[in-house]
């Protein structure tokens, strides 16, 4: 497709299971960005990957969130033990490298923890 | 955290008025952006202005950037129902490419 994609679109689980999430971007776009929009807290950024380079993790929120991204494609992004506080929508984005570059959005995956 | 506040939260015109929304910041930027989002849906792109910009157009979108008050507006001319979305600014700190970092939006009602 010609858009950022991302899987599952709503993912329902219960506290304390793990979750994973999945993003695939636009193809020849090195940087990628994982966001989260929550009612409270607004949108906040997680994480940014740029090609090989050692991840920016400086917007995880704890140490139960972690992400990879492998063969500088695909991410993943994953939750462990959840808690309720993680119920938001998860938003992946990617763009070319470079400060003037435009972010390029999925459409989220809705995550609620019951 | 939050950087960006947009104002008002929300805004309600009729179709064909103008629609000016506008977003303070706490820190040195490098650029700022302005982004649209449907409910449902991810945010889509508007419009950048760099930080020794002073006004950027884009069809019916016109920006401006004030650096010294910390503050930029968005203006949408000739409204249309299709415009009835959220609006958030987001700005890049200073020192390199990151995350950025979003105000909390406005909500636009375009009444038909």
């Known amino acids: 497709g010609a858009g950022v994609s991302q899987s599952p679109s709503n993912k329902v689980t219960e506290k304390g299971k793990d979750v994973e999430l999945r993003c695939d971007p636009i193809?020849?776009?090195?940087?990628l960005y994982w966001y989260r929009q929550s009612l409270g807290q607004g949108l906040e950024f997680l994480i940014y990957f740029q090609g090989n380079s050692a991840p920016d993790k400086s917007g995880l929120p704890s140490d139960r969130f972690s992400a990879e991204r492998t063969g500088g494609s695909v991410s993943t992004l994953t939750i462990q033990r959840t808690q309720q506080e993680d119920s938001a929508v998860y938003l992946c984005?990617?763009?070319?490298?470079?400060?003037?570059?435009?972010?390029?959005f999925g459409d989220g995956t809705r995550l609620s923890i019951l | 955290s939050q950087q960006g506040e947009e104002d008002p939260q929300a805004l309600s015109i009729q179709e064909g008025e103008n629609a000016t929304m506008n977003c303070s910041y706490k820190?040195?930027?490098?650029?700022l952006q302005w982004y649209r989002q449907n409910s449902g849906r991810g945010l889509v792109h508007l419009i950048l202005i760099r930080s020794n910009e002073r006004e950027k157009h884009s069809g019916r979108l016109r920006v401006t950037l004030d650096t010294s008050k910390k503050s930029s507006s968005l203006l949408i001319t000739a409204s249309r129902a299709a415009d009835t979305a959220s609006y958030f600014c987001a700005t890049l700190p200073g020192g390199g490419a990151d995350g950025l970092t979003f105000g909390k939006g406005t909500h636009l009602i375009i009444q038909p």
């Open positions: 193809s020849g776009h090195t940087a």
């Open positions: 820190t040195s930027i490098n650029n």
């Open positions: 984005a990617s763009s070319f490298p470079g400060y003037l570059q435009p972010q390029h």
